[in-house]
Nanobody, 125 residues
Framework: QVPLVESGGGLVQAGGSLRLSCAAS????????LGWFRQAPGREREFVAA????????YYKDSVKGRFTISKDNAKNTVYLQMNSLKPEDTAVYYC??????????????????WGPGTQVTVSS
């Protein structure tokens, strides 16, 4: 089991910033890919960004490139999603997820074995 807990969501005006955090209590992310997904009402869960914990490689959804940054803190065993220049269409519940490196594609939600409960991000226009 990889217990994940997200934090940092909230309400922000368009153009503003938020930083989401995802921590795993009591274990390391070594050997895992950590991903951020989001789900808006009535829509499917979609990939946002991912990071390979060991190699540090990062991947992004095209529409967030240049606005969002995924990063990690090895000492805190925490992954972050810095979101800048937020838009109303970024409004969703954001989920942190973990999968073992390799194998299934990082951009597909079904590839991930462990999920946090989610945190709401609301961007007002």
């Amino acid at each position: 089991q990889v217990p994940l807990v997200e934090s940092g969501g909230g309400l922000v005006q368009a153009g503003g910033s938020l930083r989401l955090s995802c921590a795993a209590s009591g274990r390391s992310f070594s050997g895992y890919v950590l991903g951020w997904f989001r789900q808006a009402p009535g829509r499917e869960r979609e990939f946002v960004a991912a990071i390979n914990w060991s190699g540090g490689f990062t991947y992004y959804k095209d529409s967030v490139k240049g606005r969002f940054t995924i990063s990690k803190d090895n000492a805190k065993n925490t992954v972050y999603l810095q979101m800048n220049s937020l838009k109303p269409e970024d409004t969703a519940v954001y989920y942190c997820a973990a999968k073992l490196s390799g194998g299934k594609p990082y951009y597909i939600a079904l590839s991930y074995d462990y999920w946090g409960p989610g945190t709401q991000v609301t961007v007002s226009s």
